[in-house]
């Protein structure tokens, strides 16, 4: 098993930035990709942003693409999402998601979750 809890969420007014972390226990983290989600109120829960095991290779939601930057520091088991130029339509909560050997858009397919963390950005 992989227990991950985030942390970083908060209130922002558009335009400003938040840091999100999770760190990860349970297992070898350097074993798993890493993931962040998120799901917004009346709406499906949408991916964000995977890194690969060793960080080499990122992907990211178009939406999001050139504002957010996820990466991992395998020695502190923990995975960031930094998130630039906010928006109100980042508004969401924000889950982090670990898997052995997935590392794709689809949400089914991640093992782990967090529970969440919130993500409100005022116009």
């Keep these: ?13 558009a335009g400003n930035s938040l840091r999100l972390s ?8 350097s074993n798993y990709a890493m ?11 949408e991916f964000v942003a995977t890194i690969t095991w060793s960080g080499g290779s990122t992907y990211y ?3 999001v693409k ?5 990466s991992r520091d395998n020695a502190k088991n923990t995975v960031y999402l930094q998130m630039n ?3 109100p339509e980042d508004t969401a ?12 858009t689809g949400s089914k397919s991640w093992d782990y979750w967090g529970q969440g963390t919130q993500v409100t950005v005022s116009s």
């Design 1 to 13: 098993q992989v227990q991950l809890v985030e942390s970083g969420g908060g209130l922002v007014q």
């Design 22 to 29: 999770c760190a990860a226990s349970g297992r070898t983290f």
């Design 35 to 45: 993931g962040w989600f998120r799901q917004a109120p009346g709406k499906e829960r």
């Design 61 to 63: 939601a178009d939406s």
């Design 66 to 70: 050139g504002r957010f930057t996820i």
């Design 85 to 87: 130029s906010l928006k």
């Design 93 to 104: 909560v924000y889950y982090c998601a670990a898997d052995a050997e997935y590392y794709g």
